[in-house]
């Protein structure tokens, strides 16, 4: 729990002078029955039947006042609450891996199943945007809240050659943060094509100045955005996954990676031959740790559609610092009527309110 006005804490100096006074007043009232033995009335008000009522009240009242300094102070606390606005950004595998049949019908298809779903539990406020990556990484779908539109891009998946796990997270973080930075030319294909692009020698102009990347920031410092991230092989082109999710933490974006498939998986190959297809799991979970986001290992299609279940609960609900102190007044005003109550009750002070 933290405080917006700390300052107002120094007020429980005051009040846990009280207790020490109330303390002195009746030792004193003691000392003043026990000088003058014959006045009954006092001997009375010092019975030690039902002694603990005459201090509940005090002692609620005391409570009342700690609690009102606390909201005075305007505490704040860790609250889950319906996201406001959230933006996903999904990047998939589409290399030919993924035709592998260890997971039923056969990898792609159950990974485009699973997506579809998730996408119909997430609340219509979030935004999502979808990526392709197998040699090279594409945006398939800008991202967008139109869920017909992004199961659209999930059915024009189109598998190919080669798995460049670093140039789809680089294109999701760009989709994700267009205006941060990230240069996907020279990321992806290098730095003389970035400067100079794909013209002839002599139509080559120098291009305009890249923005400046932003100032690092802690990994998982973003909340407005995430990335996951679903692979089923190891990276075979493309820049160094490490180092786009390096720059990924600097942005303060999460990502959250899902290694799919089975040690077992394999893809027929030219004249019969076929090979395995391996997920690389040490790089992903590697990722997820640099950006301080999660890996997660399906092995099937039902694993796929609990991790998957299990980040849609994580993206429509999010937890962040908020104002109680109304929480705190209302205990402060129970307390108090309590206290009253139970003084009126006890004492039957209502009596010298007629």
């Excluded at 040699?135 to 189109?158: K, N, W, Y």
Aim: with cysteine; aromatic share 10%; charged share 20%.
């Amino acid at each position: 729990m933290h405080f917006i006005w700390p300052h107002f804490l120094w007020f429980f100096s005051l009040v846990l002078a009280l207790p020490i006074i109330y303390l002195w007043l009746l030792k004193r009232k003691r000392r003043f029955a026990h000088t003058y033995p014959n006045l009954t009335i006092i001997r009375q008000a010092l019975g030690t039947r039902n002694s603990w009522r005459r201090h509940t009240p005090p002692a609620l009242l005391w409570l009342a006042l700690c609690v009102a300094v606390l909201g005075v102070a305007r505490p704040t606390a860790q609250v889950t609450l319906p996201a406001d606005y959230m933006t996903l950004v999904l990047a998939v595998d589409v290399s030919r891996s993924m035709l592998a049949e260890d997971v039923e019908p056969n990898r792609i298809q159950a990974a485009q199943a699973t997506v579809k779903e998730f996408l119909s539990e997430l609340p219509n406020n979030i935004r999502v945007g979808i990526v392709s990556f197998a040699g090279t990484a594409q945006l398939v779908q800008q991202i967008t809240e139109e869920r017909e539109a992004l199961v659209a891009s999930i059915d024009r998946f189109q598998l190919q050659r080669g798995t460049a796990t670093g140039s789809g997270l680089l294109m999701a973080l760009a989709t994700l943060l267009p205006k941060s930075g990230v240069d996907l030319q020279a990321a992806i294909y290098g730095e003389e094509f970035s400067r100079w692009g794909s013209k002839p020698l002599a139509e080559r102009k120098p291009a305009a100045p890249q923005t400046p990347p932003p100032a690092p920031v802690p990994p998982g410092s973003y909340t407005n955005g995430a990335i996951i991230l679903l692979s089923d092989g190891r990276r075979t082109s493309g820049p160094d996954p490490l180092l786009a999710a390096k720059q990924a933490a600097q942005r303060g974006v999460r990502v959250y990676t899902v290694a799919f498939g089975t040690p077992q998986g394999f893809i027929p190959g030219y004249e019969g031959y076929s090979f395995y297809a391996r997920v690389d799991e040490q790089a992903l979970q590697a990722v997820a740790k640099i950006t301080a986001g999660e890996f997660f290992r399906a092995g099937n299609s039902q694993d796929l559609k609990e991790v998957y279940q299990h980040l849609s609960s994580k993206f429509s609900l999010e937890r962040r610092d908020t104002e109680v102190s109304a929480l705190f007044g209302a205990a402060s005003l129970v307390l108090t009527l309590l206290a009253l109550f139970l003084s009126l009750l006890w004492f039957k002070r209502s009596a010298n309110l007629r």
